[in-house]
């Protein structure tokens, strides 16, 4: 069937090449005869329900028609969101990207269909499409740019998140974008916003900023929280952040504990456990709070061992071992934490290895490390690989070798320089324990590694 210039010219055209009436058509496809014989005569514009029975009854696949209906929306019918969104929205589902595009740029030439808009890309996030709704959170943006509006802000908020992946220098580019915007969100938004900005500056390992960003949730959610349970005026009808209050108060004592963690300063992040386990301070008595007070406190336990053996305690290892082998998410975060400390002090670890095997980062998909945030994992994946490498190299098991390329290839991935850095140091080290064919391996993620930054830095230079 050749192309032309409506649906209602592509039905007709096949219907004449089958011989068809339009009654014989309305059976197949399941439309009004009625209905279909306004349709094709022009009298009566095609809805989203009538294209996907029209569509089948052609035999033709589910986006046969979807540039033409764009048309439809907007040429050949008065344009109304009862047929927008949900076109929109399979569109979504079917990765029609051109056609929101086309949708977006049309309506934004009537800046009043800017707050339908942003509610439909907020029902696109909400259910998982954020390919699309960030096309529409960035023309909402666009138009909205010299604004000092919250739904402006929530765009940006909206966006960070969806940029949010492998790429640390995308990241931190995602995260300092963001950051200025966060002020203008409600108050309950802030404090989510605020925790997913910590969680992609500590996957960043820029400790300063998790820290600086931690004192900001404490103060915004203790202020919050005295709002609403210890004032008269707090407003029942207040839009409720996502989580308990409690939590964030607890969470940025636990937030800033591991900045000082980070930092060396183990007895201020043992306070701040302290700090994060305390439920004396929290007035709500409900289920979820109680549930969020156990949590924390099985955290801080956890922590408290953390700190005590990388501080240099190892008659601490085995408890802390017996503890986290009950809690299977936490597994593979503390092998790494306990793989560092045995670097560090030079201690033997090898039960520990053999104990938890199945747990290992390079035998495991880090779809299986448990409910930490991924950006981290994968961060924290890569560290572990060159830390159990030195491990393996210090003890003389040449295996160590294949841990480095391994690291080596997911520092690349994510880019991120300092951990390259510490394999090509490593490698360099124990080059004399590489076979030819390791040695062969290495200089090709070099290569690669080179290559991918003079790229880079090429597309730069072309942009500017």
């Keep these: 069937m ?37 349709i094709v005569k022009g009298h009566q514009p095609i809805a989203m329900s009538h294209l996907e029975l029209i569509t089948k009854g052609i035999g033709e696949v589910e986006d046969r028609f979807f540039s033409l209906y764009v048309d439809e929306c907007f040429y050949h019918s ?60 960035e023309n909402v943006s666009a138009s909205e740019k010299y604004q000092y509006s919250e739904r402006l802000a929530v765009c940006q908020y909206r966006l960070f998140r969806i940029a949010l992946g492998d790429d640390q220098s995308e990241n931190l580019r995602a995260a300092t974008l963001f950051e200025p915007y966060v002020p ?24 300063h900023k998790v820290d600086q960003l931690a004192q900001e949730l404490l103060r915004l959610a203790k202020i919050q929280y005295d709002l609403q349970y210890r004032s008269e005026r707090g407003n029942a009808n207040k839009k409720r952040s996502v989580k308990p209050l409690c939590y964030y108060i607890l969470y940025a004592y636990l937030m ?32 979820e709070v109680q549930q969020v007070l156990a949590q924390f406190k099985e ?25 986290i082998s009950t809690q299977p998410s936490e597994i593979f975060m503390a092998v790494y934490r306990i793989i560092q400390s045995a670097n560090r002090y030079n201690w033997d670890v090898d039960h520990v290895l053999e104990r938890f095997s199945d747990y290992v980062a390079y035998r495991t998909d880090l779809n299986d490390f448990g409910t930490h945030n991924q950006q981290v994992i994968t961060d924290q994946y890569t560290r572990f690989l060159v830390e159990l490498a030195a491990y393996y190299l210090h003890n003389r098991r ?22 390259m850095m510490k394999c090509v140091d490593l490698f360099e080290r124990y080059r004399h324990e590489a076979s030819e064919e390791e040695k062969c391996q290495y200089q ?3 290569r690669r590694v080179q290559d991918a930054n003079e790229k880079k830095t090429f597309n730069v230079v072309s942009f500017v």
């Design 299 to 323: 955290w801080g336990k956890a922590n408290k061992y953390l700190i005590r053996m990388l501080e240099g305690q190892q008659d601490v290892i085995m408890e802390y071992v017996e503890y």
């Design 78 to 137: 008065a344009p109304t969101w009862r047929r927008l969104r949900p076109f929109m929205i399979r569109c979504a589902e079917l990765g029609r990207m051109d056609c929101i595009e086309r949708m977006v740029q049309i309506l934004l030439d009537n800046l009043s269909n800017v707050p339908t808009l942003f509610d439909v890309a907020e029902g696109l996030f909400e259910h998982g499409q954020w390919k699309a709704a960030a096309i529409l959170y």
């Design 184 to 207: 203008r969100l409600d108050e309950a938004d802030q404090l989510d916003a605020l925790r997913h900005l910590m969680i992609a500056y500590y996957s960043l390992r820029h400790w």
């Design 398 to 419: 040449k295996e160590g070798i294949q841990l480095i390329l391994l690291s080596l290839e997911s520092a690349a991935k994510i880019n991120c320089e300092s951990i």
């Design 2 to 38: 050749e192309a032309t210039a409506t649906i209602r010219d592509q039905l007709a055209s096949y219907l004449s090449e089958q011989g068809m009436s339009i009654n014989q058509f309305a059976d197949r496809s399941g439309i009004n005869s009625g209905t279909l014989s306004r």
């Design 256 to 287: 800033r504990s591991g900045a000082c963690v980070e930092w060396g300063d183990y007895n201020s992040a043992l306070k701040l456990v302290d700090l994060s386990m305390d439920g004396l301070c929290i007035q709500e008595e409900n289920e």
């Design 444 to 446: 090709f993620q070099i």
